[in-house]
């Protein structure tokens, strides 16, 4: 009974806690001195102290300047589910590979592309065939590989193969990983600053591990800035379904949702479903933020560009190039064993310019990370 | 006979000719295409791959067909073999028990859970009058839920890398294959799913069950008169239904992944659907379908290899499901025009002795 009385209690303060804060809600509303588009009843965020600006040089650029000749190398590349054109993940190795045959003279790649729903052994038949044609390095975009990688490799001990977002352990395979979490982490830095109502939103493609890193560094950036602020969080699909990163349309409502909550910056690590988060905020009048490749300057996304405020930058594309360098020089031990911060491998992008004024801050947070001063976790 | 294998041959015929336009409408040449697809028919991996998987759409082709047989439209066989997936690889990767008997375990579990799982719809059709393609296809959406909650490292799965997966099974549970060398191994879960195709026939064509299965079908009013309990046919029907696609992923967790995760291939399901139809239900015929799918799903990825989009063979597979559909309408009118006229031929003669003998 008395634990009985002890609920109603607190249900009762609690309904009355949320009646006044319904009324702080309206109190803020009707002071009307927010430019909130969207509806979402809010302020601007209470923002953390800035970090120290970063020193000049932050990653010192270890360019050299060696030509290298790639013209022996007969690239095969296998892209995961969207393949070249999802304007996101694959596109982003697509670039790197173009980058080799405009740079260092390597042939047309040979390029393939999963489907939403082959088999492991399609996977494997995939690598194998490619591997047994003569293509090396053969290159898997694509955790959903690791498996095949693994099974393939050593039948083909001479050729070299790299696999994106993986560890893989194996002689002949370089495993090419990034800290998404890192850059995502700037990503909720540069939501919170530019938020109008303090309340920003993440829209994953697919709920596994990887694209929660996204979210989790997203979220602890935006509270690092501030520490106030709203979050939403949607994934699109569960584990195990991955239409999620090829659907725009679902994107598109969940985003809705997200903005019709409040949120006005919107972040997506959901692949090729972004154009559905671009085309929400467009309507809604918010803003986004774009992942792996630079959207903002994506032909496909022409349209939408105008809302896509930076993208959290993973460069796959760099990632590629410097591996199919490394194998034309035959010599793979000069990769960095995570493309991160430090390494340029993640970070955000200033295209379009709307983030200009407060790369200062982005910087000084990135300088913190580099320095071990801010410890990023990947879980959310 | 000529009225079962002329329909499906047509049927491919038509389907090759449609995809051939289809490549010359794209700018490629479809004798490559074809004959990148047919070289691929006897090379070793692809071969032995497009046995596996062919055992794997038998087995989903079988589950649809159950249901078939009494015109009940289980499109529930994804949510079904997912969800026993899952249990079953969650159940094998936990216990312990000598070869053999640990796969048996394993095989009953999944067979359970789908029927159990196919309980949910069966009842709601049976108690409620919920139609069957409604209430599986929201099940489907649910078992993807489901899945992915058990396989999250918070419940059964492991984390490794960036992908999610159940507990492994360890050796004692798996079943073993025909290796062939570089080739790839042959599922053993092949001889299951042929004693399986079996059993099918039996039921169907030896047993009162079958009889009354078929009767339902073919003629529910017809069997109703007949003393048959049509709506404990139609429970029964969608629960053994169940029980078989529970199975689906069977092949390949006790003969490769050992374990069922986010990687896992989704939409067998409906593969058996289009198999089932392609077989017209019969357990040879849904062999034939079975083999055939596999094929082309296997030789796309050579396709791709030279460079011909993939999507090809999803035209074909379209094409040729929708044209055996059409066919077998076209040669049953055929040969009912045929029986028409000699039927017709034989009266012809008849009246005269008719008229002979005087009355009517």
Redesign the interface.
């Known amino acids: 009974m008395r634990r009985k009385r002890g609920a109603v209690a607190s249900r009762l303060a609690a309904i009355s806690f949320a009646g006044v804060l319904a009324l702080t809600g309206c109190a803020k509303d009707s002071g009307g001195d927010n430019g909130a588009e969207g509806g979402g009843g809010g302020q601007p965020c209470q923002l953390a102290e800035k970090p120290p600006a970063a020193q000049g040089g932050a990653a010192e650029e270890k360019e050299d300047n060696e030509k290298v000749d790639a013209s022996k190398l007969k690239v095969g590349l296998a892209y995961d589910v969207g393949g070249r054109g999802d304007a996101s993940f694959n596109d982003a190795a697509a670039a790197g590979v173009d980058k080799a045959e405009t740079d260092m003279g390597a042939p047309n790649a040979?390029e393939?592309?999963a489907?939403?729903?082959?088999?492991?052994?399609?996977k494997?038949?995939?690598l194998?065939?490619?591997a047994a044609?003569g293509h090396n390095p053969v290159i898997a975009v694509g955790?959903?590989y690791?498996?095949s990688v693994k099974q393939v490799a050593p039948?083909f001990p001479e050729t070299k193969f790299a696999i994106i977002?993986?560890?893989v352990e194996a002689p002949n395979v370089t495993s090419l990983v990034f800290a998404e979490e890192q850059g995502s982490f700037l990503a909720g830095v540069a939501a919170a600053y530019k938020s109008k109502t303090c309340h920003v939103g993440f829209i994953g493609g697919?709920?596994?591990?990887?694209i929660q890193k996204f979210e989790a560094g997203f979220v602890q950036g935006a509270k690092a800035a501030a520490p106030d602020i709203k979050i939403e969080s949607d994934y699109l699909?569960?584990?195990?379904?991955i239409s999620g990163f090829n659907d725009p349309s679902k994107a598109n409502v969940k985003a809705k949702g997200q903005l019709d909550k409040g949120a006005d910056v919107l972040y997506h690590a959901s692949g090729a479903s972004g154009k559905g988060v671009f085309e929400a905020a467009k309507a809604g009048g918010a803003q986004a933020i774009g992942v792996d490749s630079d959207q903002y300057n994506d032909k496909t996304l022409k349209g939408v560009r105008n809302v896509i405020m930076t993208s959290m930058i993973k460069r796959v594309d760099v990632a590629v190039y410097d591996f199919i360098r490394a194998v034309a020089k035959n010599d793979v031990s000069t990769l960095p064993e995570r493309f991160d911060l430090s390494e340029d491998g993640v970070g955000y992008s200033t295209s379009g310019g709307k983030v200009d004024d407060i790369t200062d801050v982005l910087d000084g947070y990135k300088q913190q990370i580099v320095d071990g001063k801010i410890k990023v976790s990947d879980k959310p | 006979m000529r009225a079962r294998l002329l329909p499906p041959a047509l049927a491919i015929v038509f389907a090759t000719l449609l995809c051939s336009v289809a490549l010359l409408i794209s700018g490629a040449n479809p004798l490559d295409a074809m004959s990148t697809m047919g070289a691929q028919m006897f090379r070793g991996?692809?071969a032995v791959?497009t046995i596996?998987?062919a055992t794997?759409y038998y087995l989903a082709g079988l589950a649809v067909a159950v249901g078939f047989q009494m015109n009940l439209f289980n499109i529930g066989v994804e949510g079904q073999y997912?969800f026993a997936a899952v249990v079953a690889a969650i159940v094998g990767g936990a216990i312990e028990l000598p070869p053999v008997l640990h796969a048996l375990v394993i095989i009953l579990v999944a067979a359970f859970a789908g029927a159990a799982y196919a309980t949910i719809p069966a009842i709601l059709k049976v108690a409620r009058g919920v139609h069957e393609v409604i209430s599986t296809i929201m099940l489907n959406a649910i078992a993807?839920?489901i899945?992915?909650?058990l396989?999250?490292p918070e419940q059964f799965g492991v984390?490794s890398?960036?992908?999610?997966s159940t507990e492994p099974i360890s050796e004692s549970g798996w079943i073993p294959g025909v290796p062939f060398g570089?080739a790839?191994t042959v599922f053993g879960f092949v001889v299951i799913a042929a004693l399986l195709g079996f059993g099918y026939w039996v039921l169907l064509n030896r047993t009162r069950f079958g009889f009354d299965l078929k009767a339902c079908g073919e003629s529910p009013t017809a069997a109703i008169a007949g003393g048959i309990d049509a709506k404990k046919m139609a429970f029964v029907a969608l629960v053994v239904s169940g029980a078989v696609a529970g199975l689906v992923a069977l092949p390949?967790i006790l003969g490769?992944?050992h374990v069922y995760?986010?990687?896992?291939?989704?939409?067998y399901g409906f593969t058996g659907i289009a198999v089932a139809l392609l077989g017209r239900n019969h357990p040879a015929g849904i062999a034939f379908g079975a083999v055939l799918w596999a094929w082309l799903?296997?030789s796309?990825?050579?396709l791709?290899?030279i460079g011909i989009p993939?999507e090809i063979t999803t035209i074909m597979q379209g094409t040729i499901v929708l044209s055996v559909v059409v066919a077998y309408e076209v040669v049953r009118r055929a040969e009912m025009a045929a029986e028409q006229r000699r039927v017709g031929r034989a009266l012809a003669d008849e009246p005269a002795g008719v008229r002979e003998g005087g009355a009517v």
């Open positions: 040979k393939t592309t489907t939403a729903t082959e088999s492991e052994d399609a494997r038949s995939r194998r065939q490619m044609d955790f959903a690791a498996e039948q977002d993986e560890q697919v709920d596994t591990p990887l699909t569960p584990a195990g379904d | 991996t692809t791959d596996n998987s794997v997912r993807g839920g899945v992915a909650f396989i999250n984390l890398g960036n992908s999610v570089n790839g390949e490769r992944d995760g986010i990687n896992s291939t989704t939409g799903d296997k796309a990825v050579s791709d290899n993939q």
